[in-house]
């Protein structure tokens, strides 16, 4: 059984079995869109008029336009996640969200307009991979399109039970708008805000463990170390199998052996808000934790501006 198929409210279910096949199409198009979907739901969806299949495969796996060329999911449209503009360099600190204006133009060169359920698709090969589709989920949700999912476990998943088409198509460009929502972001001055006055918020630091001790640190950092009172669940125990992501029951494990509360204010931050997408991810739509915010400019930010650290290396 799918992750969809398990998500699907009662209610549809039992429309389902009072009116048969037509109604059971009828009351999932009325789903709102969930967080993951399977293999089987984007093979059974992917020819849908307002579904778009956005494949973000990028050089974490080697991939490129041509790799897209040579195999994806049938329907899909491509744009490379580390090249095509999905984050930008400001102020010295890589990684940032662009500008409204800028991603509604990228969007919208993609042929996804504000009526298109989006579903994200990275090659599922490991969790650092799968940060490229919870990172461009989060700049739809940030944008406040919430008709979008993730293929969980990636073309790889899909590529495994159906055949691929080869090819290029250009997209034909569309209106896409967006609306900023605050309430997903969290910046600088609201995480020292938050440390100054001790409000209760859980900082949930998704770097390897060498960089939340200290023993080591991203380049563009200005000094290694984590924000202090920061856990860590690392971006690779998020997914299994390379690109399939925990349960609730583990996302809430995880925090538990970080000694992280499991709701209220949180934080994800990592180096430049990549592997934080995922810790996002985790928490805000697997967990449901909706008070959870994503620190994009990360410990790149915060260190290059004299944050307060934590070094706990021996």
Known sequence: ?????????????????????????????????????????????????????????????????????????PGAVYSNYLKDGWRVKRNGVPGQLPEVDALE??????GIDNDDHVVVVAAGESALDMGSATRVYWTFKVLGHDAVSVLNGGHKAYAAEYPLAQGWSEPQRTAFAGELQPQLIASREEVAAKLQNADGTSFLDNRPEPQYRGESKHPAAAKPGTIPGAGNVPESSLTTEGGYFVDADQVAGLLDQAGLQRDGEQ?????????????????????????????????????????????QAQ
């Open 105 to 110: 133009d990228l969007i919208g060169g993609l």
């Open 1 to 73: 059984m799918s992750i969809f198929t398990r998500w699907i409210a009662p209610a549809a279910a039992a429309v389902a079995l009072a009116f048969g096949g037509a109604a059971v199409q009828a009351a999932q198009a009325a789903e709102p869109a969930q967080p993951l979907v399977d293999a089987d739901w984007v093979h059974a969806h992917k020819d849908d008029p307002n579904v778009v299949v956005l494949d973000v495969r990028n050089g974490i796996t080697k991939a490129d336009r041509k790799t897209f060329e040579q195999g994806h999911i």
């Open 267 to 311: 934080v994800a931050f990592c180096n430049t808000g990549h592997w934080a997408s995922l810790g996002w991810f985790a928490v805000h739509e697997i967990l449901g934790n909706k008070k959870a915010k994503l620190y994009d400019g990360s410990m790149t930010d915060w260190t290059i501006h004299d944050g307060e650290v934590q070094v």
